[in-house]
């Protein structure tokens, strides 16, 4: 299972043997430019995004009878440049997820 976070959440489920893929769902999650080159996304609605990609795409195993308790590695990554602060006590973030806005030339 992969999990990718960019303006976008994306999870996907490869075959283990063959590398097909099997089935993916994608949700999309709204960018706020406060300035220029500045990027923020709210921590909250990434999480929202994940955990409603996962739900998902485990129900669409299932239609493919595909048991997920066979899943047997998840990887997650997002643009390696994002960064979120969360409370230790409260485990809420401080802030919004904060990232680097890059224009393709």
């Not at 990027?39 to 009878?65: F, G, H, S, W, Y």
């Not at 401080?94 to 680097?100: D, H, M, S, T, V």
Request: glycine share 4%; hydrophobic share 45%.
């Amino acid at each position: 299972m992969l999990i990718y976070i960019s303006n976008c959440c994306v999870l996907q489920v490869f075959a283990a043997e063959t590398s097909e893929l099997l089935t993916y769902h994608q949700i999309e999650i709204v960018q706020m430019c406060p300035r220029e080159g500045w990027v923020e996304q709210d921590p909250l609605q990434i999480l929202k995004a994940v955990k409603d990609c996962m739900e998902i795409t485990v129900n669409n195993l299932r239609k493919l009878e595909i048991d997920p308790v066979d899943i047997v590695a998840i990887g997650i990554t997002n643009q390696r440049e994002t960064v979120i602060v969360w409370d230790k006590y409260t485990g809420k973030p401080l802030y919004n997820a904060i990232g680097k806005f890059r224009l393709k030339l």
